[in-house]
């Protein structure tokens, strides 16, 4: 049976809507998922399939929960309030325990830290704590030494800038991101879920490889004292299945920075939009200027968590190199675990959202983005 697809497209993107009904037809038949777009503050792809889903369901986002974290800092760096070439340790003094006390905040935020994880791992409980990460942290001895290589820093790099954030500022990022970019965009995107609105949350699913995709899985383990498992927290005993981490209602809660946020596509791309563009009546959020800043390269090549190229600028993935080589040099978002992607490209005015309930294989930005992103892309360039 056909998934129906629901929504609406503008004008000259009719072809993404084709698009994203022919990667849906070729779907498991349970599948749900939402896509949304914009280009130049202006909504120009809104859909969504799936039984019970509709275009305000929200779904564990993971890492793409960064991009939010790191539109914070931005606009802290953009304000004067936080410099990206300040040493860490003047506004956390405490990091500088265990050879850290050079690090800048800019090799922080391009996960040159080398605070990955922490030897004994993380309870579940301070998973979904910031400041609890945070503490332990600061007297964790790098992984590496600082500045000299980098690696995806997947659920610490919220909680450490987070510190950053709250020292200068006296208020959580997580406060700070309410105040200055949610709310007043009114955005589907969460960084604590309020308890009302949990209904409207949709559980992450767990991964259904392809026998090929299981046997790949099974030829690459990981072992339990890698830099790669310390970085996903699984040296801990019985560390429990990756898709339950967003389920957990104390993550929703809270919202931890790396990885705890919950939106719906509306909310990704609504949150890259107001960054760049006029969005009802708003100016953007980020001059042209702090832009260029977040977005240029500052690690790029091997990484030495995700053992693949990689490549960064400041608490957000350099997207045209990361994942997709079609938009502009100065593109700059996250994707999440689970599936979803989210980015802003300021050469097209485009902002893109897309987030999937079940686990994408093999993690990461989900296979479909590559066609769905071109498609969107194409379409915004021919309007």
């Given amino acids: 049976m056909t998934q129906e697809i629901h ?17 849906v037809a ?3 038949p349970d599948y749900e998922g939402q896509l949304c777009a914009y280009v130049h503050g202006r909504k120009v792809v809104d859909l969504w399939a799936g039984d019970g889903v509709d275009g305000g369901s929200l779904y564990g986002v993971y890492s793409c929960t960064k991009g939010a974290a790191h539109l914070v800092t931005a606009l802290l760096v953009q304000d004067g309030t936080l410099e990206p070439d300040r040493k860490v340790t003047y506004y956390w003094p405490e990091f500088g325990a265990e050879g850290k006390g ?9 996960h040159r830290a080398g605070v990955i994880g922490v030897d004994s791992g993380f309870t579940d409980q301070e998973l979904a704590d910031d400041r609890a990460m945070a503490e332990r942290l600061a007297d964790q001895k790098p992984f590496w030494r600082p ?47 309020p308890e009302a609105l949990e209904p409207r949350y949709r559980s992450v699913q767990a991964m259904i490889p392809t026998p090929t995709q299981q046997a790949q899985l099974d030829e690459a383990p990981r072992g339990p004292h890698t830099l790669t498992s310390i970085a996903f927290n699984t040296q801990v005993p019985d560390p429990g299945p990756f ?15 790396s990885a705890g946020g919950v939106a719906a596509a509306r909310g990704l791309a609504g949150m890259y939009a107001a960054a760049i563009s006029d969005v009802d009546g ?38 045209a190199d990361a994942w997709h080589p079609v938009l502009g040099a100065r593109a700059f978002g996250h994707s999440g675990a689970g599936g979803a992607q989210a980015f802003a490209d300021p050469h097209s005015g485009l902002a893109y959202g897309y987030t999937r309930r079940r686990m994408a294989y093999p993690g990461g930005a989900a296979p479909e983005n590559q066609r769905l992103v071109k498609a969107v892309h194409t379409a915004a360039l021919a309007t």
């Fill in 102 to 110: 050079s690090l800048t905040l800019r090799d922080l935020l391009s």
């Fill in 26 to 28: 070729g779907e498991r």
């Fill in 282 to 319: 708003r100016g953007p959020l980020l001059k042209p200027d702090t832009v260029a800043e977040i977005s240029q390269i500052h690690s790029t090549g091997y990484d030495l968590v995700s053992r693949a190229h990689r490549s960064f600028g400041l608490g957000f993935h350099a997207t």
């Fill in 7 to 23: 929504g609406t497209v503008a004008d000259g993107f009719e072809a993404v809507r084709e698009e994203f009904a022919a990667f």
């Fill in 147 to 193: 500045g000299t290589a980098f690696g995806y820093h997947a659920l610490t790099l919220g909680a450490l800038s987070g510190e950053v954030v709250r020292r200068a500022t006296g208020r959580t990022l997580q406060e700070v991101y309410e105040e200055r970019i949610r709310a007043p965009h009114g955005l589907d995107f969460h960084l604590g879920l």
């Fill in 243 to 257: 898709e339950e981490y967003p389920n957990s209602r104390a993550v929703r809660a809270k919202g931890p920075a």
